[in-house]
C-alpha cells in the first residue's frame, strides 16, 4: 500500500472522527444556534408566511393556539436550511393574537455516516395584531432602499404602534451577489414590525440581479412561490393584487447575457390577472370588498421596452375598481390622479401614488421620502412623510 493511499485512509478516518465530535456537540448544545434574523409575518396569497434566520441549519416551526405548523415540504421536515418559512393559516394567527418559533439546530451526514443528530430546541414568542378596521387601517409604503437599513426603516415606523400593515414595494435590495444579502428586506420588515405586524412584500427589478435571486429568496420573503411573486390577496375587507414586471428591459439586454426569461414570466402572469378580472364576484367585487389596492414596484402602465404588456396590465388593472395604486422604482414622491398616466399609452382610471423618494436620490440631500396611507370610511388619504415624521404633503385620494 503506497503512502497516498495510506493518507486518504487515515483523513477519512480523521473526518468521521470529526462528524462524530460535531454531532455530539449539537447533541449537548454546544454549538450556538442563536437567530440572526427575527421574525417577519408576511402576507402570502392567501395565509401568513412566518419567515426567520438561524445560526445553523435547524428543524423549525410555529405554534399558534397549540397548533404546530412546521416549515416542511411534502410532510418532510427541511432541516439543512438556516432561513425558516412557515405557513399559517390567517384566521387562526388573527384570532390567536400571537405566536411561538421554534428550531433545532440538525447536523446530518449522507457521506461515510449516514446519521441525522438533533440539538435543544429554542423557542420564542411573539405577539400579533392583524389589520384592526375600528380606527381606519393605516398603511405604511417603503420601497428603493437598496440595502441601506436606515434610515428607510426609520422612515417607515411614522405610524408607530398603529400600524396596521407595512407594504415593501420593492427595491429593497440593491442586487444579489452574496448570499449574505438575501436576508436584508427580513432584517428591515423586523426592524419595522417587531414581527407584530403584517408586511406584504412586491418585488423590484434590482431583487432580480445576481446570481443570489434564484438562490432561495422564495424563503425569505413572502410570496407564493419560488416562481411567482404575482397574487391577489385579502385582508378582511381589503383586497390587493399584487404585479410584478420582474426587471426592466428586454430579455436579449446585454446585462443579462441571455439568461433572462422574463417575457414567458409576464406572460404567464398576463393569463393569471386575466382569470382574476374574469372571477370579479369572487376577487375584488366579492361583495364585503370595502378597499382595493394595487401594488407593484414598477407602476403598471408605465413606458417599458414590453410596453404592449404594460398596456395589457393597465387595461386589466382598469376593471378592477382599483381605488389606488402603489409603486415605486423612479424614486420620487409623486401622486397621479385617475386620468393622468398613461405612459404606455392606456391611461389610467384610478389614481397612481409613486411614494418612494431614497435618501440616496438625486437632490434628496439625504432625506429620505416615503408614504403614509390610511383607509377610513369609504376614503383614502396619503401623505409624502420623512425620518423626521415630517408631513410634506397631504394627498385626499378618496
Do not use: C
Amino acid at each position: 500500500m503506497d503512502f497516498s493511499t495510506i493518507w486518504q485512509q487515515i483523513t477519512a478516518y480523521l473526518g468521521v472522527a470529526w462528524i462524530w465530535i460535531m454531532s455530539l456537540f449539537v447533541q449537548w448544545g454546544l454549538v450556538p444556534n442563536n437567530l440572526t434574523i427575527e421574525p417577519t409575518v408576511f402576507v402570502g396569497e392567501n395565509e401568513y408566511q412566518i419567515v426567520w434566520e438561524t445560526q445553523q441549519p435547524s428543524a423549525a416551526w410555529v405554534v399558534v393556539d397549540g397548533v404546530t405548523y412546521a416549515d416542511s415540504v411534502g410532510g418532510s421536515l427541511v432541516l439543512n436550511k438556516t432561513a425558516h418559512k412557515v405557513r399559517v393559516p390567517m384566521e387562526a394567527l388573527d384570532a390567536a393574537a400571537g405566536y411561538e418559533i421554534s428550531w433545532q439546530h440538525t447536523l446530518s451526514s449522507d457521506t461515510v455516516l449516514r446519521y441525522i443528530r438533533r440539538g435543544e430546541v429554542k423557542a420564542k414568542s411573539y405577539s400579533f395584531r392583524p389589520v384592526d378596521f375600528s380606527d381606519g387601517v393605516q398603511v405604511y409604503f417603503l420601497s428603493d432602499t437598496h440595502t441601506r437599513l436606515e434610515p428607510g426603516a426609520e422612515t417607515a415606523k411614522y405610524w408607530g404602534d398603529n400600524l396596521d400593515l407595512l407594504i415593501l414595494g420593492g427595491d429593497i435590495i440593491n442586487d444579489m451577489w452574496f448570499p449574505e444579502q438575501r436576508g436584508f428586506a427580513l432584517q428591515l420588515a423586523f426592524e419595522i414590525t417587531k414581527g407584530e405586524r403584517p408586511v406584504l412584500y412586491a418585488r423590484g427589478n434590482h431583487e432580480t440581479r445576481g446570481v443570489q435571486a434564484d438562490n432561495e429568496l422564495d424563503r425569505y420573503l413572502g410570496t407564493p412561490g419560488a416562481d411567482r411573486w404575482y397574487f391577489t390577496t385579502r385582508l378582511g375587507p381589503l383586497w390587493i393584487a399584487v404585479f410584478d414586471a420582474g426587471e426592466d428591459k428586454l430579455d436579449d439586454h446585454p446585462e443579462y447575457e441571455g439568461l433572462a426569461y422574463y417575457a414567458q414570466y409576464r406572460d404567464r402572469q398576463t393569463r393569471f390577472f386575466e382569470r382574476v378580472a374574469a372571477n370579479a364576484a369572487t376577487e375584488f367585487a366579492a361583495e364585503d370588498v370595502e378597499y382595493r389596492l394595487l401594488v407593484s414596484h414598477i407602476p403598471v402602465g408605465y413606458s417599458r421596452p414590453y410596453n404592449d404588456v404594460m398596456a395589457r396590465w393597465a387595461g386589466l388593472a382598469n376593471q378592477m375598481d382599483i381605488d389606488l395604486a402603489l409603486s415605486g422604482h423612479t424614486h420620487t414622491a409623486v401622486y397621479h390622479p385617475p386620468g393622468t398616466y398613461g405612459g404606455a399609452g392606456v391611461t389610467l382610471n384610478y389614481p397612481l401614488l409613486i411614494g418612494s423618494r431614497p435618501a440616496h436620490a438625486s437632490n434628496a440631500n439625504g432625506i429620505f421620502i416615503a408614504a403614509a396611507v390610511e383607509l377610513r370610511d369609504g376614503g383614502i388619504k396619503a401623505w409624502f412623510t420623512n425620518q423626521s415624521y415630517e408631513i410634506l404633503r397631504e394627498i385626499v385620494v378618496l
